[in-house]
DNA sequence: CGGCTGATTGAATCAGATCAACTGCTGTGG
DNA sequence: CCACAGCAGTTGATCTGATTCAATCAGCCG
């Protein structure tokens, strides 16, 4: 049935307060799938057909260039729906997908969910609201790229995440070589501007553990240029 | 009254189709706004109370480093709607604006246009469209940054000029110190990429005309990576 | 005619990418 | 259970595109 489908939008948070009713008819439309870690989603300049939340795991969104370089553009996990741009403008997919880690993903195809926005104005309002914070998110990604050097944008990166986990003692979410990519860098110069923190005192690392020692001076890192 | 006001809602392309009532509505709570060159609308960071609409001139949207450098975001023009981002969100400019030019703006009240948003769906998914092209351009935008070097995202960006102007024959649009801060770059080099087309060929520079002597190789060059 | 702003050119410097070698870890198969 | 293949990450040496600094030039307005 349509249950395991229900619990799963249930857990969008786009979705959170969508009537019952309404659930119920996205249900009809969505495809609850699975896919394994690595695996392409989609590719960038794809007709995109689909809408798609990620139920659990972990799908980076990203743009490749010919000889190989990525720059990764989000990575999602749980709860969060990605891909809305071509919903609206029935064209290509912007960027690529791959799911990091074994997930579940809900899709959902263009024509349904727009029958849906057009019928529930606070649905609407939400998905307004979400591509607004996308955008927000990518001024400052574009800011950070073209007016930060790289050990600026790493400080600005790990104070995302302490506010994100909420504590000094923190979890890397990605491997290295992701968060580099993310950073508009490459393994090495990351590599690199770690250890340029740590010599200054601000973070200690180990492995995928990093402890932030002194905030503020992350924090006058990260708004400071040259 | 309100004349010049729904004569000025008119001429900007997200309403229209829109109503004659909504219009009124609109026009009932939009500000028609003069404002010379040089003019800062708004900084980054402030409390985003107002949607903006340029009925004339031209604003720039940037971002702005403590020591000075820029990076503009987008230049918008008459027909062009602005500012959307902290409308759903209620929260702060992610970046700020200033006339280039001696220009006419619409400013709207938050409030008052969700409350349009809510009565009508078809302006809301206009409004969803509209992220989505900015989003879709942001992607563009970050993928450029960091996967290409200046002279390709010049090439890049004259193609869009050719495409927009509808010739081979380009007037630059901005001035060229500008066209720098929108490639993410500096004016010294700017001037050596453009130094660097022309002598291979591709266009032809004379103060702010281009002519593009060669379509395609400028695509094969902003396609390329290294 | 100065004086200002925008644009160009040259020389020196620098951050980051590239190339290459090496470490350590994990998982697989003999 | 150990060996080795393979991948992620680190480190060092070099190269290069871009910024910086400085000087010059062109156009424009008062």
Do not use: N, W
């Not at 659930?23 to 809408?51: W, Y």
């Not at 019928?119 to 996308?134: K, Q, T």
């Amino acid at each position: 049935m349509d249950t395991d489908k229900l619990a799963a939008l249930g857990g969008i948070k786009l979705f959170e307060g969508l009537p019952q009713a309404q659930l119920q008819s996205l249900a009809g439309i969505a495809q609850l799938r699975r896919c394994k870690a690595g695996e392409t989603l989609f590719e960038a300049g794809q007709p995109g057909t689909h809408l798609f939340a990620v139920v659990s795991g972990k799908v980076r969104v990203f743009r490749a260039s010919l000889s190989g370089k990525e720059q990764v553009l989000h990575v999602f996990t749980g709860g969060e729906a990605f891909a809305e741009v071509p919903v609206f403008e029935g064209k290509t997919y912007p960027a690529s997908a791959q799911a990091l880690e074994d997930s579940e993903l809900l899709s959902i195809p263009r024509k349904g969910f727009v029958e849906l926005l057009r019928r529930d104005p606070e649905l609407a309002l939400g998905v307004m609201a979400l591509l607004s914070a996308r955008l927000r998110a990518f001024v400052g990604q574009i800011a950070q790229l073209s007016l930060k050097e790289v050990p600026e944008r790493l400080a600005g990166y790990l104070l995302l995440l302490r506010s994100a986990q909420g504590r000094d003692e923190l979890t890397l979410d990605l491997p290295k070589g992701q968060i580099a990519s993310y950073l508009g860098t490459i393994p090495e110069t990351l590599s690199r501007a770690i250890k340029k923190l740590s010599e200054q005192g601000l973070i200690e690392v180990l492995g995928s553990r990093v402890r932030i020692l002194d905030p503020e001076g992350l924090a006058r890192l990260a708004e400071a240029d040259r």
